[in-house]
């Protein structure tokens, strides 16, 4: 019978440390690169600083693990959240297949811009 | 209860409303907190793009804090921050309370469980900033 | 205070009706009555015709659950001045088909009870020869989710359940978590299997209202999460040890 049992402990666990994840750390990172730097409530350090902060092997780490975790999470719950509330439950099937594409699409995304990327 | 026959009349199923998350609060609540996750993935990209403009060159940067600038972008971003927020807050609540009865073997109070993760939540966030405007 | 106030009741006749409506009745507004007290009281002296379920009068049957203005309630928990200066809306159960009036059908719910095996399954199969021992803090992992009374009123307040009529639900994982912690029982592997399928644990999304709706504050949300952690745990151990745990 143990076929039959669901696979989602997987995509769980990683919505579960994403969500800690999204939860610490991107609430700072929206505030500060979405609305205080822009609107110049803080000093902005500049394009040569934050370069050197890209260019740290520490950033890199923190990013690509922040970043994908965050897209597991993100799109475990998307997929919950678009059948519940477009009540279309009988498309759980299609619509998972698109969130686990959207959530491999970031993962690669991430490993390919933080690796790659001078 | 016998199986519905000719002569048995047969129980009446309420439809439930595809819009039943505007009937109570606290099911709205339940919506916008699942839905703070669009805007997880969204500023998951905004940030690659973050990436790969400084990485592109100062000009290229500057075209890419110009757009960030931009009305709209602000308050997308606002937007995105306060859902952002209302996520963490919601997280917080349930989920370390889940973590202590498992390992402890029984509950203590919501605010009990929380309260260590604001205080992370705190120290991380100033860490990040602090990171971020190049003082460390 | 007014002297009456309003019950706006859904009435539904099987053999004639095609759905639902909702009747109104005035009744006395009493400062000690509970709402079952006013159903009674319309049964007794209005409209005989009106059927419910009740049985303790006291919150400890599970008997009396409704929706009373749009909330699941034990009604006879529920005081009617609350309610004041009215109208109060009383309706069927949610998530349960109707049978008549305010009587529903519970056959899906008592099926997925069964289906848990909510009570202490033994491997060895005897009778044991004396008590079990337990200890105050091996009691104590289990005690709040022993309190359910099979009320219901969790079912009608989860959006998953009336979205998905195969969802387990509240009470039967909050019950299956019971006795999976139970220091008592050893059939937490056969409860896995059912626990572990989609419409078993997994469909639950944390809303958090069957745990709100409660009467006996079991917090069958809870129950639901810690189980996903340790279903988690097995799920690992199956793929990474498939040769151990039998």
């Known amino acids: 019978m143990v076929d039959q049992r669901s696979n989602r402990p997987l995509p769980w666990l990683l919505f579960g440390i994403g969500g800690f994840l999204t939860a610490f750390f991107f609430p700072i990172h929206i505030f500060l690169y979405g609305i205080a730097l822009p609107l110049e409530w803080l000093p902005d350090p500049g394009y040569r600083s934050t370069l050197e902060l890209v260019h740290l092997p520490l950033t890199r780490i923190y990013l690509g693990v922040l970043l994908i975790l965050a897209f597991w999470h993100a799109f475990y719950r998307i997929r919950d959240t678009i059948c519940d509330a477009f009540d279309v439950r009988p498309l759980d099937v299609p619509i998972a297949a698109l969130c686990y594409a959207g959530a491999i699409a970031g993962t690669i995304a991430t490993v390919v811009i933080l690796i790659l990327v001078p | 209860m016998p199986q519905y026959s000719q002569f048995q009349p047969k129980p009446y199923e309420r439809p439930m409303s595809p819009f039943w998350y505007f009937d109570r609060w606290p099911y709205l609540k339940f919506i916008l907190r699942e839905s703070s996750s669009f805007f997880v993935a969204y500023f998951a990209v905004v940030i690659l793009i973050h990436i790969c403009a400084i990485s592109s060159g100062p000009s290229s940067y500057a075209a890419f804090s110009a757009w960030m600038r931009t009305p709209t972008m602000i308050t997308v971003n606002l937007i995105a921050f306060v859902f952002v927020v209302f996520h963490t807050v919601t997280w917080f609540m349930l989920v370390p309370r889940v973590m202590v009865r498992q390992v402890m073997g029984r509950s203590l109070p919501e605010m009990a469980a929380a309260a260590p993760n604001y205080a992370v939540w705190a120290v991380l966030s100033i860490a990040v900033a602090l990171f971020a405007l190049r003082v460390i | ?246």
């Open chain 3, 1 to 246: 205070m007014a002297d009456t106030i309003i019950l706006e009741i859904a009435r539904f006749h099987p053999e004639g009706d095609a759905e639902p409506a909702f009747q109104s009745y005035e009744v006395p507004l009493r400062s000690d009555w509970m709402v079952l007290d006013a159903l009674t009281y319309i049964k007794d002296q209005l409209d005989g015709s009106l059927a419910f379920r009740w049985s303790c009068r006291m919150g400890i049957c599970g008997s009396c659950g409704m929706m009373v203005n749009g909330v699941p309630k034990l009604t006879c928990e529920t005081l009617l001045t609350n309610f004041a200066p009215g109208p109060v809306r009383i309706a069927p159960l949610e998530h349960f088909p109707v049978v008549k009036d305010l009587v529903i059908e519970m056959d899906g719910f008592l099926g997925k009870l069964q289906k848990v095996r909510p009570w202490i399954v033994r491997k060895d199969g005897r009778l044991p020869e004396r008590e079990f021992i337990q200890t105050p803090a091996e009691l104590e992992t289990f005690k709040q989710y022993s309190l359910c009374i099979n009320c219901m009123l969790c079912y009608a307040a989860c959006p998953v359940y009336g979205l998905d009529p195969s969802f387990t639900g509240p009470a039967a994982l909050a019950l299956a978590e019971r006795y999976n912690l139970d220091s008592r029982d050893q059939g937490a592997t056969e409860r896995t299997d059912v626990l572990s399928q989609h419409d078993g644990i997994w469909d639950c999304t944390v809303v958090g209202e069957c745990s709100v709706v409660c009467p006996k504050h079991v917090d069958p949300s809870l129950a639901i999460q810690q189980y996903k952690l340790t279903a988690t745990k097995e799920w690992f151990k199956t793929w990474l040890l498939p040769w151990g745990n039998k």
